[in-house]
């Protein structure tokens, strides 16, 4: 990846997007100020004795009409009031596809393949080998068969047979473990940016799984690796408008089609870090699931940096001087993620951080804009405060080391991540629910740990999303860690030598 860290992205917040954040704390101000009013209320009128209010009652001079029109006020209030507010969306369960082991590609096969591709010159293969020594990535990660061919074979026959397999295996496991009929689903999104067939990919499972004429679906494509926060996004706000609804948003990437077979090396990066993978995921705003759903989505924060040039241009798909396609990364990456960063986390602050934090940074933010010295350093909020468990997205180690460094984490709140791309490799939009899958299998969820989930992709976007635990979360005995949880975590050397 580009040698470039991420900047300081705390050190200079920029002042609108506090604002923004704050913006959605007044939008519940009323609630906050009403709670405590009604509740001092409540406790004077409990202190009042019968023959008190009755005297109360008679002093005000008020009849029984006046007394039930103002009853059914406060009916027709109540009721709009509960009516408006948002429903809750709960996390039922997950499922992430577990790759096959014939599908493994070690260091010594990812080196022989790379040499006897016929269009890889000798630069070519050096450089993905240094990239591939720097990447985090383990032995285990896991390429589509098609792949496994000299030269791969990107069909669209092969790629649509790579995504029946990850997408139908994900889905078959989540119905195991929820007992969902498939016939229930309300509510399909389906995002993966690269491979965009007709019919879509959301046909494709409406198909299989022969669900209901009426189902709501979508199909998102061209997103990047933040897409599965969008999808979560927009599957909670069809839930907001359809009461009693399931939801299942599923989140993958398509290695088949994307293999880059060219020489510029800021289009062979995807090519040592991509891995195949996806997630399914089942929401729903039904109250009585509840009792058994894993989390409640609290936050979803998104910040997309497209209006400038460089943020959208610094992912991007394209075709080599050659007419190779593949995705260009520019030198400016790391960079335009650190602004998108530093937007949205400024934006996620005042909605999760205890006051005691908001108020140390608002005084630092102020101080600096007053005294307009650069030699007043910043308080950097302690979003460890926020947050029990940390999900960035495992789009390559350098992201995840300079994240870990600006918010002050230790190894043990990046360990998911790491784990994650070590085991699976970068996988993209569902690399986020590997990570969950991976505390998860460590026994490390209680009930009220509060998640935080970041991802970010093409375009440029960066996105948050946050849940609290609703209960205590059983160690799963299946799943994608199930074979190799008991490995982890492992120590993962700053360069592991293959030439």
């Given at each position: 990846?580009?040698?470039?860290?991420?900047?300081?992205?705390?050190?200079?917040?920029?002042?609108?997007?506090?604002?923004?954040?704050?913006?959605?704390?007044?939008?519940?101000?009323?609630?906050?100020?009403?709670?405590?009013?009604?509740?001092?209320?409540?406790?004077?009128?409990?202190?009042?004795?019968?023959?008190?209010?009755?005297?109360?009652?008679?002093?005000?001079?008020?009849?029984?009409?006046?007394a039930l029109c103002t009853v059914l006020l406060l009916v027709v209030v109540a009721t709009a009031y509960f009516m408006s507010r948002?429903?809750?969306?709960?996390?039922?369960?997950?499922?992430?596809?577990?790759?096959?082991?014939?599908?493994?590609?070690?260091?010594?096969?990812?080196?022989?393949?790379?040499?006897?591709?016929?269009?890889?010159?000798?630069?070519?293969?050096?450089?993905?080998?240094?990239?591939?020594?720097?990447?985090?990535?383990?032995?285990?990660?896991?390429?589509?068969?098609?792949?496994?061919?000299?030269?791969?074979?990107?069909?669209?026959?092969?790629?649509?047979?790579e995504a029946q397999l990850v997408i139908f295996s994900a889905i078959d496991d989540l119905i195991a473990k929820t007992g969902l009929?498939?016939?229930?689903?309300?509510?399909?999104?389906?995002?993966?940016?690269?491979?965009?067939?007709?019919?879509?990919?959301?046909?494709?499972?409406?198909?299989?799984?022969?669900?209901?004429?009426?189902?709501?679906?979508?199909?998102?494509?061209?997103?990047?690796?933040?897409?599965?926060?969008?999808?979560?996004?927009?599957?909670?706000?069809?839930?907001?408008?359809?009461?009693?609804?399931?939801?299942?948003?599923?989140?993958?990437?398509?290695?088949?089609?994307?293999?880059?077979?060219?020489?510029?090396?800021?289009?062979?990066?995807?090519?040592?870090?991509?891995?195949?993978?996806?997630?399914?995921?089942?929401?729903s705003n039904r109250r009585r699931e509840r009792a058994r759903a894993k989390y409640r989505l609290l936050h979803v924060v998104r910040?997309?940096?497209?209006?400038?040039?460089?943020?959208?241009?610094?992912?991007?798909?394209?075709?080599?001087?050659?007419?190779?396609?593949?995705?260009?990364?520019?030198?400016?990456?790391?960079?335009?993620?650190?602004?998108?960063?530093?937007?949205?986390?400024?934006?996620?602050?005042?909605?999760?951080?205890?006051?005691?934090?908001?108020?140390?940074?608002?005084?630092?933010?102020?101080?600096?804009?007053?005294?307009?010295?650069?030699?007043?350093?910043?308080?950097?909020?302690?979003?460890?405060?926020?947050?029990?468990?940390?999900?960035?997205?495992?789009?390559?180690?350098?992201?995840?080391?300079?994240?870990?460094?600006?918010?002050?984490?230790?190894?043990?709140?990046?360990?998911?991540?790491?784990?994650?791309?070590?085991?699976?490799?970068?996988?993209?939009?569902?690399?986020?629910?590997?990570?969950?899958?991976?505390?998860?299998?460590?026994?490390?969820?209680?009930?009220?740990?509060?998640?935080?989930?970041?991802?970010?992709?093409?375009?440029?976007?960066?996105?948050?999303?946050?849940?609290?635990?609703?209960?205590?979360?059983?160690?799963?005995?299946?799943?994608?860690?199930?074979?190799?949880?008991?490995?982890?975590?492992?120590?993962?050397?700053?360069?592991?030598?293959?030439?």
């Open positions: 990846m580009p040698a470039e860290p991420l900047p300081q992205f705390l050190s200079s917040i920029k002042l609108k997007y506090v604002k923004l954040g704050y913006q959605y704390l007044a939008s519940h101000m009323l609630t906050f100020l009403l709670i405590p009013v009604m509740v001092a209320a409540f406790l004077e009128a409990a202190k009042i004795g019968p023959d008190e209010l009755v005297s109360l009652w008679r002093s005000l001079g008020i009849n029984a009409i006046h948002p429903r809750p969306v709960y996390l039922v369960d997950y499922a992430c596809f577990q790759p096959a082991r014939n599908c493994r590609v070690p260091f010594a096969t990812f080196f022989e393949h790379a040499r006897l591709m016929p269009f890889f010159d000798e630069k070519s293969v050096r450089f993905q080998v240094r990239i591939l020594e720097r990447s985090g990535l383990g032995e285990e990660t896991c390429l589509p068969p098609a792949n496994h061919y000299i030269p791969p074979c990107p069909s669209m026959e092969a790629s649509r047979a009929k498939p016939k229930d689903i309300d509510i399909l999104v389906v995002n993966c940016s690269l491979f965009s067939p007709t019919p879509s990919l959301s046909a494709m499972i409406v198909n299989k799984y022969k669900l209901r004429s009426n189902i709501m679906s979508f199909n998102l494509s061209g997103m990047g690796c933040s897409a599965g926060l969008i999808s979560v996004d927009l599957a909670r706000d069809l839930l907001q408008a359809h009461p009693n609804s399931y939801a299942l948003v599923v989140s993958t990437e398509i290695i088949t089609p994307n293999y880059y077979a060219g020489n510029e090396r800021s289009m062979l990066l995807p090519n040592c870090l991509f891995r195949m993978g996806a997630a399914a995921v089942l929401l910040t997309h940096k497209g209006a400038d040039d460089r943020a959208y241009r610094c992912v991007y798909e394209e075709e080599d001087v050659d007419g190779n396609s593949g995705i260009r990364l520019s030198k400016d990456l790391m960079a335009i993620a650190g602004e998108a960063l530093r937007s949205n986390i400024t934006t996620v602050g005042p909605l999760v951080l205890p006051v005691t934090e908001q108020l140390r940074f608002l005084a630092s933010l102020v101080a600096r804009r007053l005294l307009r010295s650069r030699g007043w350093k910043p308080y950097i909020p302690d979003f460890k405060r926020a947050f029990e468990h940390f999900c960035i997205h495992a789009g390559g180690r350098a992201v995840i080391d300079e994240l870990q460094l600006n918010l002050r984490l230790s190894a043990a709140h990046v360990e998911a991540s790491r784990m994650a791309l070590h085991r699976f490799g970068n996988t993209s939009s569902s690399s986020l629910w590997y990570e969950l899958g991976y505390i998860e299998a460590k026994g490390r969820m209680r009930p009220g740990d509060r998640v935080w989930m970041i991802g970010f992709g093409s375009g440029f976007k960066c996105n948050s999303a946050v849940w609290r635990c609703l209960r205590t979360v059983s160690t799963p005995v299946d799943g994608p860690w199930s074979d190799s949880i008991h490995r982890y975590p492992v120590h993962i050397p700053e360069v592991v030598k293959l030439l």
